[in-house]
Each structure stands twice: as C-alpha cells, then as structure tokens.
C-alpha cells in the first residue's frame, strides 16, 4: 500500500486509543540485537513519561514493532511516531556509527472503535511471538509489555 494512502483519513484524537504498527526498512531484523530493541523500548517509555501516551500494550519482534497506546491531549499521532522512529534511528546509527534509514517511512494506525475490546487486542499484540514460533510462551520473549500485567 503507498504512504499516502495510509495518511488518508489519518486523524489524532486525544484520549483515544490506537494500535499501531510500523516495519524496519527492507524488514532488516534490528532489533534481533538486544541493545537496539531496549533503545526502542527506552524510547517508547520516554515518550510516556513526556505525557504524550499511555502505553497499554506492545511488541517489537526483530523487524517491527506492534503498539497500542492512549493518545494524550495536545500530541498528534504523526508527532508520537516521528519522534520514536528519529529518535531510535539517531541512536541506531550512532552506536553502529552508520547513517540512514531505519524505519520504513508509513506505519500503519488503527484507532480503535468503542465497540473494540482493548483487551483482546493487547492479548493479540503480545502473542506475536508466539504465532512467529521464536518461543513456545510468551514469558520467554524478552521484549513485551502489557499494561493489564499491573492490575
């Protein structure tokens, strides 16, 4: 699918939910590398901490990351996700001492309607591992959250 076409009808709406995926460029497996996946991790958690989300649940498998988050009043989805993809590709490339692309330039957003069960699609996110056969359960897969695993 082109970039625009994912842009289109492409909206932010604060306190809402979206689930979102984006793909390492080429589906180069980065993030196979322990130290690149926890950059992406600390990235994500940062842009928590900046209020911009809430992360209720994600993945990041060796090529790509799954997320669903609570978008925070007065960010934009665009924002959130340009931010994590410059900041993890600055800090990549520095430690590699490369230069260039790392994420593929769309991602893919679902805002999540009220009849949607966040729930269900956390248990979806998180089983990716699973379906992808790199562990037998989840617990062994080191890069995972869930924000229902506090309650």
């Known amino acids: 699918m082109p970039y625009d076409d994912l842009r289109k ?3 932010s709406i604060a306190e809402h939910a979206y ?3 984006t793909v390492t460029k080429g589906r180069r497996p980065v993030f196979s590398d322990l130290y690149h996946a ?6 994500m958690r940062r842009l928590q901490a900046e209020a911009a989300l809430s992360s209720l649940a994600w993945v990041l498998m060796p090529d790509h990351l799954h997320w669903l988050f ?3 009043d007065g960010w934009e989805l665009a924002e959130v996700m340009k931010r994590l993809k410059a900041r993890t590709a ?3 490339n520095r430690r590699e001492g490369s230069a260039g692309t790392l994420w593929q330039r769309a991602y893919y957003d679902h805002g999540l309607r009220e009849n949607e069960d ?3 699609i956390a248990r979806y996110i998180v089983a990716n591992p699973l379906r992808a056969g790199l562990v037998k ?4 897969y080191p890069h995972w959250d869930s ?3 506090d309650e």
Request: aromatic share 8%; hydrophobic share 40%; proline share 4%.
């Open 19 to 21: 689930f979102v995926t």
């Open 118 to 120: 966040p729930l269900g």
């Open 70 to 72: 609570q978008l925070r």
């Open 9 to 11: 009808g492409r909206v």
């Open 38 to 43: 926890r950059c992406v991790v600390q990235e």
């Open 147 to 149: 924000h229902w695993l």
């Open 90 to 92: 600055r800090e990549i």
């Open 137 to 140: 359960r989840i617990e062994d």
